[in-house]
């Protein structure tokens, strides 16, 4: 089966579209749970399915270290590993060479680093990053790409460069075929002309889809959005757009409105972890002592598992006495409401009212500082 890219409908910049991968259609615009280490911490895949995630994103640095990509190969690869029948996205593992590991060398050919577990010392180079993501088996993989400070112009113009050239490596170890996507990466931090540098080489490659790396990484919200704004027309309109590494409630909402298609983040699980929960009027701390009596849902127009059975009082108790079920609650509701809100914005493309929906979304989530 080929990768192929539906656009069902537009409004303004925005796109309600179909990405058709091997293991399923991934309606857009997308929001994808984080598994880092093959798993969506403390969701199990049954759950993610009722919760309707349809695409499901790995990390190729950590599983390279532990448990290695071969011997995910040798278990039929991810999907089969992890028990998740669904589309599943790598990245290719340069972030988290430039913001985990102790770097030891970084040069034209790649990166010499020491892992952050038990610090030793390992080569990651754009080939071996394709290998490991055959290996590992994704429906989507991403090309190798230096990840930089997005406001130091001097270190963002030399990964532009560096990016490209790596971009063309791995586009030759991986060629286009129907089992994996590989798409790539646009860098240029805040910087308008290097974007379109980045862009228009990329371009050039032809890949089957995009990603606009180098944001949410140091920059303002504001920065965010205009390099945001002067990064999408440089992209093909008929492929899939990938912001990297986004998951705030209004950050998806104003860029679904930039024309975004897919989004990741860790933030919907680490969240639950510390006791907070998204709703349509802000991030509310469950730790609260206003909660203690609540008999109401964390959300009560939520539909997930936890809001349909369980009290404010509940999950404040849970959380307090750092019961696991507790983080387990609050990561199955904070990533549905995320995908709630994703079906909310691709409904509203489609019916001509997305403005309508994320003016109001904004209103109410007030976009405040800190939890409540």
């Known amino acids: 089966?080929?990768?192929?890219?539906?656009?069902?409908?537009?409004?303004?910049?925005?796109?309600?579209?179909?990405?058709?991968?091997?293991?399923?259609?991934?309606?857009?615009?997308?929001?994808?749970?984080?598994?880092?280490?093959?798993?969506?911490?403390?969701?199990?895949?049954?759950?993610?399915?009722?919760?309707?995630?349809?695409?499901?994103?790995?990390?190729?640095?950590?599983?390279?270290?532990?448990?290695?990509?071969?011997?995910?190969?040798?278990?039929?690869?991810?999907?089969?590993?992890?028990?998740?029948?669904?589309?599943?996205?790598?990245?290719?593992?340069?972030?988290?060479?430039?913001?985990?590991?102790?770097?030891?060398?970084?040069?034209?050919?790649?990166?010499?680093?020491?892992?952050?577990?038990?610090?030793?010392?390992?080569?990651?180079?754009?080939?071996?990053?394709?290998?490991?993501?055959?290996?590992?088996?994704?429906?989507?993989?991403?090309?190798?790409?230096?990840?930089?400070?997005?406001?130091?112009?001097?270190?963002?113009?030399?990964a532009v460069e560096r990016t490209s050239r790596w971009a063309v490596r791995c586009r030759e170890t991986h060629p286009s075929n129907e089992k994996q996507a590989l798409f790539g990466i646009i860098q240029g931090g805040i910087f308008e002309d290097l974007r379109a540098k980045s862009a228009a080489f990329l371009n050039t490659l032809d890949f089957p889809g995009y990603a606009i790396g180098g944001l949410a990484v140091g920059e303002t919200k504001a920065e965010m959005y205009t390099a945001l704004g002067f990064t999408e027309p440089l992209l093909p309109a008929n492929k899939p757009r990938y912001l990297m590494g986004v998951g705030e409630p209004d950050d998806l909402a104003n860029s679904v409105m930039l024309g975004v298609d897919i989004f990741d983040c860790v933030i919907p699980t680490r969240l639950a972890r510390h006791g907070a929960a998204f709703t349509p009027m802000g991030r509310v701390n469950m730790r609260n002592k206003v909660h203690t009596n609540d008999p109401a849902p964390v959300d009560p127009d939520c539909d997930c598992y936890c809001c349909k059975n369980f009290t404010r009082a509940y999950i404040r108790h849970l959380v307090r006495a750092e019961e696991i079920l507790g983080a387990y609650l609050l990561s199955i509701h904070n990533i549905r409401f995320l995908i709630r809100h994703m079906e909310a914005m691709r409904k509203a493309i489609i019916n001509g009212d997305l403005k309508a929906y994320t003016d109001g979304f904004l209103e109410r989530y007030r976009n405040t500082i800190g939890v409540r």
């Open 1 to 158: 089966m080929s990768f192929e890219f539906e656009i069902i409908k537009t409004q303004g910049r925005a796109r309600a579209g179909i990405l058709h991968t091997p293991h399923g259609d991934i309606p857009t615009p997308v929001f994808a749970p984080v598994g880092t280490q093959a798993t969506v911490k403390a969701v199990p895949p049954r759950d993610l399915h009722e919760i309707k995630a349809s695409l499901v994103l790995a990390n190729t640095y950590h599983l390279n270290l532990r448990p290695g990509s071969d011997l995910v190969r040798e278990m039929g690869g991810l999907h089969q590993f992890m028990q998740w029948p669904g589309p599943m996205l790598t990245d290719s593992g340069g972030f988290q060479v430039f913001s985990l590991a102790e770097i030891n060398k970084i040069d034209d050919e790649g990166v010499t680093f020491r892992s952050h577990l038990d610090g030793s010392k390992h080569r990651l180079t754009p080939e071996r990053s394709m290998e490991i993501q055959q290996n590992l088996g994704a429906d989507i993989i991403m090309a190798f790409d230096q990840c930089p400070t997005p406001t130091d112009r001097e270190v963002v113009e030399r």
